[in-house]
Every structure is written in C-alpha cells, then in structure tokens.
C-alpha cells in the first residue's frame, strides 16, 4: 500500500512516520512531501530510505492513503486534488473541520459516521481530541449539560519554532520568537488569533468541534486555552454539568473501561496524570475525578494526552486503520 505523508518533515508529520512504523501499518511505499526546498532529501522509514517529493509527484504516485500535516492553506489546496485520483485524505490541520460535508472523526468516539465515499477526512484540534475521548462515554450515560474547560497546553502545539524558543530562552540565547511574549517561566493566555466575541480561534475549536464530533448541539461548552512551558503533553482542567445525578466512582468505573483512556486516580498515593508522563503515549489519561462541592450533579477531573500523538498522529493513523478494517481501502 502506498502511504503519502505531506508534511513529513515537521512536527507532527516525523511522529507520523514513527507511530506508522510502531502499529505496522501496511505501508509497502512511502511517499514523503514536504515543501520544494525539501523535495529529494531522504527520510528513513522502518530501515529503509526514501526521498521526499513534490505535492505533483506524490499525486502522480496514487497513494491509497495521504496523511497531511502542512497547514491549512495547502489542505485547501492540495487535498481535493490528492481525493480526485482516488486516494484518502486524512487532514490535521483546521481547513475542512467545521464544513459540512466532511466528517470530523476521533475513532473511539465517532468513526462510524465514515463510509467508503469520505475522501477528505478532518482530524479534529489536539486538545478537542484528548477531551472528546472522556466526554462521550460520560455523555451517553448522565447527558452532560454543560462543560468547562482550562488548558495548558504544550509549546509543541505550535511548532519546531515554538520549542526552539522555549529552549534558546532557557539557555539565555536570543532567537526567532514564536511567540508574542517570552514563554519559558511564564503562560501565554492566548492560543491562534482573536476573534471578535473575545474568544480565540482556539478556544472556539473547542466549542464547535466538540458538538460536531459528539453529534449534540446541546451540550454547552466554554473553554480558556492557555500556552504553557511545557513538552511532552496537552493537560486540561474539566468541569462537567450533567443532567443526572452522577456517582464518582461510577465515573471512575466507566472511565477505566473506555477503550483509549487510563484512569490515574490515586491521591493517597500521589499519582495523577502529568505530561511528563504521557509524553510518546497513545492513551487519554484522567485523574482528580472528584464531585464539585459548588454545583448538584457536576463532577472536576484532569485530562493529559500526547499532544503529538493522540492529539494528531495517532489519531489520523487511527483513521486510515478504520478504512482498512470496513475495506474503504483495499491492502
């Protein structure tokens, strides 16, 4: 099987290449794209080399499945093109979320809004994904009313030149700024541009990815997202209204048998989830599960994800395996 992964050269698209290698998925042909300064350098995949090619190129080669990590503007672009020769589409970044005719998918929540005539498939904001993963098992059991969400979320989020600001500014060097401000020793309480509610385009994300994928638009959410010094992970801080009466332990017990998530849930012993931890994991974890003495039926817990991996690559992989188990992609 022919496997195009466009961005393969930043971020997320090298962790593409990783967690492919690490499930073994059937990839017989790698076609690496990355930008035309790139095209002919070599990237190696599961011991072997490649040379990374054009957008034209990879198009031409009819790969059965593109994984696309290169930015909005070049999905808009360059995905119709890539689905007109037969080839799916799995796109990370935000330019066919919210259109109505594209499926927004986190596999243990929704996948099987997919069918075989899906070719641009959208994979939702990193931390939508994390939150989604514990909401929807909540959700069909106490009908959630209404969420509120902090995040702290890792400068990985941003990108090579976010981390490399975090690290010139702890070494004292001065560089490239990703961002506005200085973010080592400090939170950046702004993630992507202002809009003109005074929410950023982030935090409505959120509000609008979390009601499509979860197929409600009842359930209300609110959210502040806040760029933390942190790599390794995405964390977020829960607020959960639900309808129903709602038992922590039952939370506890339904969490632990969700596919995708690990409850760490042990004060006594100090264990909770910390990105530090779930740095290079696949899994959800969830910790500080507790009843919110302010507010009847309504419950605090703390979510920490792979902002990189379950928060993109793994998720898009988690995708195409979806296509192969229905047989929308033939091996």
């Not at 690490?22 to 794209?33: A, D, G, S, W």
């Not at 031409?60 to 995905?79: M, Q, R, V, Y």
């Not at 060097?173 to 939170?187: L, T, V, W």
């Amino acid at each position: 099987m022919k496997v195009a992964v466009v961005g393969a050269t930043g971020l997320v698209g090298t962790v593409m290449l990783k967690v492919l290698a690490e499930r073994n998925f059937p990839v017989t042909e790698l076609i690496p794209v990355a930008s035309e300064k790139s095209v002919g350098k070599k990237i190696s995949f599961k011991g072997k080399d490649y040379s990374v090619h054009s957008m034209q190129q990879a198009i031409d080669a009819k790969p059965a499945i593109a994984l696309f990590s290169a930015g909005g503007n070049t999905s808009l672009e360059w995905a119709p093109k890539f689905a007109e020769v037969g080839t799916y589409v799995i796109d990370n970044s935000s330019a066919w979320r919210m259109h109505a005719d594209k499926k927004l998918v986190v596999p243990e929540v929704n996948a099987s809004v997919l069918s075989k005539n899906d070719y641009i498939i959208a994979n939702p904001n990193c931390s939508t994904i994390q939150l989604v993963v514990v909401l929807e098992p909540l959700h069909k059991k106490f009908k959630i009313k209404r969420v509120v969400v902090s995040t702290y979320q890792s400068v990985t989020g941003t990108g090579v030149k976010a981390v490399q600001q975090l690290e010139n500014e702890r070494k004292g060097i001065k560089g490239d700024m990703a961002y506005r401000y200085q973010i080592d020793k400090n939170c950046l309480p702004q993630i992507d541009v202002f809009l003109e509610n005074g929410y950023t385009k982030e935090e409505m994300k959120m509000v609008n990815e979390t009601k499509k994928i979860m197929g409600d638009d009842t359930v209300q959410l609110t959210s502040t997202c806040v760029r933390v010094p942190v790599m390794g992970g995405h964390s977020e801080s829960v607020n959960i209204e639900f309808e129903k009466d709602v038992d922590v332990d039952e939370v506890k017990k339904i969490l632990s048998q969700t596919k995708g998530i690990i409850v760490q849930d042990d004060i006594a012993n100090f264990i909770y989830p910390m990105p530090i931890d779930a740095d290079g994991k696949d899994e959800v974890f969830v910790g500080r599960i507790r009843k919110d003495e302010s507010q009847p039926n309504a419950i605090n817990l703390w979510i920490v994800a792979d902002n990189l991996r379950k928060g993109a690559a793994t998720n898009a992989i988690q995708i195409a395996e979806y296509l192969l188990e229905k047989n929308f992609v033939l091996q």
